[in-house]
């Protein structure tokens, strides 16, 4: 009976433990954020670009492994290739329009990536038009920040994560006929994320 009693409370403890695992939330980190994409230019080569404003936040849970509440906003004004003719031509209707659409975001709910390793499936959304897409990533670090962010050395999560969709899809359908500009957008995405 004593034997039974002890076998029912180590169930009742990891049960308990199990439920009360906590979601950490994370903050990414603006300065340790990079945003990158490559498209094809009329066959001859990929032109590589970048957002450089974005901000964003999501939930972890490092026992269960599940990532939730994810929320990334880019700033479509930022849009920057290096080249300022070209950046401006970017910005217009013909593809971003930023004066209409100043952001693009995604959002994802509940991932399990016990379940579906590597994988976050959420939504895109980009000129008022929401499509599914799916970030394939890699937790490449979860550890204290070996330099101090005020008084203190912060938890920090570091991920690299790709993804890829057609522009079409959200009616950017500038140069497509003549194939002078890609169709698919291949996403870059590396950044790190403070643990609140």
Same mark, same amino acid.
């Given at each position: 009976m004593q034997k039974l +009693?002890?076998?029912?409370?180590?169930?009742?403890?990891?049960?308990s433990t199990t439920i009360l695992a906590e979601d950490d939330l994370y903050i990414l980190d603006e300065t340790h954020l990079s945003i990158g994409f490559l498209v094809d230019h009329a066959g001859y080569a +990929?032109?590589?670009?970048?957002? *450089?404003k974005a901000r964003g936040s999501f939930k972890y849970n490092e026992e269960n +492994? *599940? !990532?939730?509440? !994810?929320?990334?906003i880019i700033d479509t004004n930022s849009v920057f290739t290096n080249h300022d003719k070209r950046d401006s031509h970017l $910005?217009?209707?013909?593809?971003?329009? !930023?004066q209409k659409y100043p952001t693009m975001t995604f959002k994802a709910d509940m991932n399990n990536l016990k379940s579906n390793p590597g994988k976050i499936k959420g939504d895109l959304t980009l000129l008022? @038009? *929401?499509k599914p897409l799916i970030l394939n990533t890699k937790i490449? $670090?979860?550890? *204290?920040y070996p330099f101090r962010v005020g008084l203190s050395k912060p938890m920090v999560m570091g991920v690299s994560a790709t993804a890829s969709f $057609? +522009?079409?899809d959200f009616g950017m359908n500038y140069a497509l006929k003549k194939n002078l500009v890609g169709d698919?957008?291949?996403? @870059?995405?590396?950044f790190e994320a403070r643990q609140e």
């Open positions: +009693r002890y076998i029912l409370f180590f169930i009742l403890i990891s049960s +990929r032109t590589l670009g970048m957002f *450089t +492994r *599940t !990532v939730s509440d !994810v929320e990334i $910005k217009s209707p013909d593809f971003l329009n !930023v008022g @038009i *929401t490449n $670090k979860i550890d *204290t $057609k +522009r079409s698919q957008i291949d996403l @870059i995405i590396e």
